[in-house]
């Protein structure tokens, strides 16, 4: 590949633009965020395509821009927002633990047996209702559950952008997780043993 192979960039809206915006709103799950994060990521890449240097197709380049868009964009409203106090993190924890396990530490209620994860990631029902149960969940939690789990980025990292400590970041972690099984449990799993 070469940088001709970026195409001209008036027509990578045309292009690209529907893939993009796809890509962003399933990462930001709002529409007006997406859209800034899209255009972001093409002026982004107006200005950076003299060092583009033909390794990868032009859509993955621009979504590579785009998922650094979108880190920004997660790391700046974190700023704006103030995370869950770490005191009633820890007191709110402590009581469901015991609903979770039993003294013997073993399972109350069993998780459901769900399948083969990487099929349900292709099935575009199952995505759709992980969109319903990641925008149930409290907005703090889901942002840090997409930046740590679907973002892949660094806990550090994580914690130093949004100044908490790790053990704030891994007690909303286990909260998104936990709030997440409970949500597929009964849309998804509950609704596939009975159907």
Known sequence: MNKNSLGSPDGWLD?????????ALMHTRDAHRAEEAVQETLLAALQARDRYEGGASARTW??????????????RHAREVQLDDPE????????QAGEIFSLSGSWRDKPSD?????ELLARDEFMAILQRCLDALPQKWSRLFMLREVMEED???ICQELAITPTNLWTMLYRARLGLRRC????????AARG
């Open 15 to 23: 292009e690209h633009g529907a893939a993009l915006y796809k890509y």
């Open 62 to 75: 621009l979504i590579g821009i785009l998922k650094h868009k979108i880190m920004d964009m997660f790391r």
């Open 88 to 95: 009633m993190l820890e007191s709110a924890d402590e009581g």
């Open 114 to 118: 769900w399948g083969n994860p990487e």
């Open 155 to 157: 806990t550090e990292d």
């Open 184 to 191: 597929l449990d009964r849309n998804w799993v509950g609704n």
